[in-house]
């Protein structure tokens, strides 16, 4: 069901090397680029025409308006499940503890007398996020995407989600009834390239956006490598992610679970588990056939999943060599169960989100931790952050010095500006002095 690496017994190599032996699922955005280009182009022509007609042919209905009716936001909160609702609410509670105390402050620092440099935080003022379609329901996303874009302060807030037939064309209600709770009720039924096009170029329906945030499939990250420049991107997410860093105290039906619970999404995601112990590694393959056996998803994600190349059991001399290896894979979530967890994952530096303990598990992190859910993928963790409200800020400097300041530095302005060659950068100092370095 799933694979074995055997890294025990010669010294693990170094950087790309070790990263090569990993299993890693393949994920080529490049290749999608020429499948989304006449898509994004088509709607940067035609606008919500586009859209719809890109809609009909990949998921199967014809609507007569991208724009989602507030009524219909309004309804499918009415009509929400109780206990979902209240759920959503908890999430949307804990999540805002979290990102409200990333909000950066406004900070003067006075380099000499009379002269100060100012850094301040200015939130984007108009975004897009993307809500995935396909084969779950996220509303969880759009109380990911939602709520750091609303606690940077962003003004203007456009939602995204695939139209499901089986709902007259309009996005799963799950997802609206989410949009109602958090206020945003500007919504549209698009998915896809077309989705992300219709916020980078604007339609006549939606007006574009500054900045594109959101997990989506691989045609969904190649419109925004596509249109990275045009708008601002999170990240070009690939299929979702865990490993797990255990050793012999590690519950192998906790760990199980665990590379279950990824496995479901898709048949793309990766379930790694990285450990010392053979015992435990036997546990867990032994662990996992009851568990797949009784859980739903099996055929058509767990099982390829789990299976495909992008997953395995990677067996390590000691946690030493466990910590550099799950470093060089730089996990979407990692999993630390070990003894002294704690001061395991202190020692952790390429992660997108760490889980501490067997009471930890992603699962948590998904929906009800408090932390954000959209975190870099394939490896990315090495030089990314997730989703935050440091994604919707801008950080602008100004530059505040009087006549006294400038004069005491100019000299070391135009030394700088000659030796780059760029005199004229110096002259520029100069002219505000006579055409003199003043003397120090």
Known sequence: MISRIDLRGDALPEGGALRDLLPRAEFDVEAALETVRPICEDVRHRGSAAVIDWGERFDKVRLESIRVP?????????????????????SIRRARLVHREQRRTTHTTQVVPGGTVTEKWVPVERVGLYVPGGRSVYPSSVVMNVVPAQE?????????SPPQSEFGGLPHPTILAACALLGVDE?????????VAMFAYGTEDCLPVDLVTGPGNIYVAAAKRLLKGRIGIDAEAGPTEIAILADATADP??????????AEHDPMAAAVLVTD??????????????QVAATKHVSDRIEPALAGRQSAIVLVNDLADGLKVVDAYAAEHLEIQTADAAAVADRV?????????PWSPVSLG????????????GGCACHSSGLSVQSFLRGIHIVDYTRDALAEVTHHVVTLAEAEDLPAHGAALKARFGWKVPQQ
């Open 277 to 290: 112990s053979e015992e435990l590694a036997a546990a867990t393959e032994a662990e996992l056939k009851p």
């Open 349 to 357: 530096r390429n992660a997108g989100a760490v889980f501490v303990g």
């Open 70 to 90: 507030a009524s219909a936001v309004t309804d499918a909160l009415e009509a929400l499940d109780p206990a979902v609702r209240a759920a959503l609410e908890e």
């Open 366 to 377: 998904d929906y009800c931790a408090g932390s954000n859910h959209v975190l870099p993928t």
């Open 253 to 262: 039906v906790h760990v199980a679970a665990d590379l279950i619970s990824q």
């Open 152 to 160: 940077a302060g962003v003004e203007g807030i456009a939602v995204a």
């Open 187 to 195: 919504v549209y039924a698009a998915g896809g390239a077309q989705a």
